[in-house]
């Protein structure tokens, strides 16, 4: 059985800093995106960023381009997000997901999606 479980979110202060990780087992996915989603109360899900195996690859979502890094950790089978200069329009729920042929944008282009954490940045 295949799952995504992230960790590390939690409550800080406006520029603060916080890493999120997600460790991947059941499989591996070797020559596959991961990457993370996010999805704040009332709005739509949103692209955050999205890594290939090698880690050469990586794009990011328009609204966290400069303050956050994806990084992952093939031989793991581990993502990471460091996310820095939070602002409180960064609280939302951060989803890890995995099995994208490519490196996608769409939520629907992932074919496994961890249970989400939390992370609340306050003003």
């Known amino acids: 059985q295949v799952q995504l479980v992230e960790s590390g979110g939690g409550l800080v202060q406006a520029g603060g800093s916080l890493r999120l990780s997600c460790a991947a087992s059941g499989r591996t996915f070797s020559h596959t995106y991961m990457g993370w989603f996010r999805q704040a109360p009332g709005k739509e899900r949103e692209f955050v960023a999205t890594?290939?195996?090698?880690?050469?690859?990586?794009v990011y979502g328009d609204s966290v381009k400069g303050r956050f890094t994806i990084s992952r950790d093939s031989a793991k089978n581990t993502v990471y997000l460091q996310m820095n200069s939070l602002k409180p329009e960064d609280t939302a729920v951060y989803y890890c997901v995995a099995d994208s042929a490519y490196n996608s944008r769409l939520d629907r282009d992932y074919n496994y999606w961890g249970q989400g954490t939390q992370v609340t940045v306050s003003s």
């Open positions: 890594i290939n195996w090698s880690s050469v690859y990586a």
